[in-house]
């Protein structure tokens, strides 16, 4: 297991949950899976998942046994925003817990986003898309499929780059294209977040979109 291994509690084991599960363990990463429904428990259970706790998110004993206090990220994957939010509020008191909510619309991300680190709407990748993160070398390669249409590329912003040194929140990003996580800092990136030379991030995109985001970080062409 790497050092680098994230511990991180995903509420939801649907689609949303199993897919960001599956590329999250073939990296290494640590996962406590909450899931409702026992049928799907099951399934999780059989694909290799080895933590998989069933119950209610919001309940105490299921959220005591998951440990949250111990978890670098806690995702809120569910298709209930409540059971969401009440989560992550409670993850947000402890230190060094990264929290991440995913809502049922883009316009809701305003809503939300003072509340928990990261919205995300992983049905449309207009918004920021699933948390995950990813150890391993720094080439700008298309390392994973999350869905059909969502690609992983894992980016190394060079000295050339002609947004080193910018704000996320000043750099065009090409629609259907959202970048995600700060693999050094392991820590999912905000609108504030400067890219610095050398910087390695985890970047979500749509296929029409993976060349133009790697231009912009890289300067190549």
């Given at each position: 297991?790497?050092?680098?291994?994230?511990?991180?509690?995903?509420?939801?084991?649907?689609?949303?949950?199993?897919?960001?599960?599956?590329?999250?363990?073939?990296?290494?990463?640590?996962?406590?899976?909450i899931?409702?429904?026992?049928?799907?428990?099951?399934?999780?259970?059989?694909?290799?998942?080895?933590?998989v706790?069933?119950?209610?998110?919001?309940?105490?004993d299921?959220?005591?046994?998951?440990?949250?206090?111990?978890?670098?990220?806690?995702a809120?994957?569910?298709?209930?925003?409540?059971?969401?939010?009440?989560?992550?509020?409670?993850?947000?008191?402890?230190?060094?817990?990264?929290t991440?909510?995913?809502?049922?619309?883009?316009?809701?991300?305003?809503?939300?986003?003072?509340?928990?680190?990261?919205?995300?709407?992983?049905?449309?990748?207009?918004?920021?898309?699933?948390?995950?993160?990813?150890?391993?070398?720094?080439?700008?390669?298309?390392?994973?499929?999350?869905?059909?249409?969502?690609?992983?590329?894992?980016?190394?912003?060079?000295?050339?780059?002609?947004?080193?040194?910018?704000a996320?929140?000043?750099?065009?990003?090409?629609?259907?294209?959202?970048?995600?996580?700060?693999?050094?800092?392991?820590?999912?990136v905000?609108?504030?977040?400067?890219?610095?030379?050398?910087?390695?991030?985890?970047?979500?995109?749509?296929?029409?979109?993976?060349?133009?985001?790697?231009?912009?970080?890289?300067?190549?062409?």
């Amino acid at each position: 297991m790497s050092n680098d291994a994230l511990q991180i509690v995903l509420l939801g084991g649907g689609h949303v949950g199993y897919y960001t599960a599956e590329q999250l363990v073939k990296q290494g990463h640590n996962l406590t899976i909450i899931e409702r429904d026992q049928t799907r428990c099951d399934l999780l259970l059989e694909a290799g998942f080895d933590t998989v706790l069933h119950g209610e998110a919001v309940d105490p004993d299921v959220l005591g046994r998951a440990d949250l206090a111990c978890a670098d990220v806690v995702a809120g994957l569910t298709d209930d925003i409540g059971s969401n939010l009440a989560v992550c509020l409670v993850a947000s008191k402890m230190e060094g817990v990264r929290t991440v909510l995913r809502v049922d619309s883009p316009s809701a991300r305003d809503e939300y986003e003072k509340f928990v680190d990261q919205v995300i709407f992983p049905e449309g990748l207009g918004a920021l898309a699933t948390v995950s993160a990813i150890t391993g070398g720094s080439l700008p390669d298309a390392v994973n499929e999350l869905t059909g249409i969502i690609e992983l590329l894992q980016i190394q912003v060079t000295e050339d780059a002609p947004v080193a040194g910018t704000a996320i929140r000043d750099i065009a990003v090409p629609d259907g294209c959202s970048i995600v996580v700060d693999m050094d800092e392991k820590t999912v990136v905000s609108p504030a977040t400067t890219l610095r030379p050398g910087m390695n991030l985890l970047v979500a995109t749509e296929p029409a979109a993976s060349r133009e985001i790697v231009e912009i970080l890289t300067g190549n062409q």
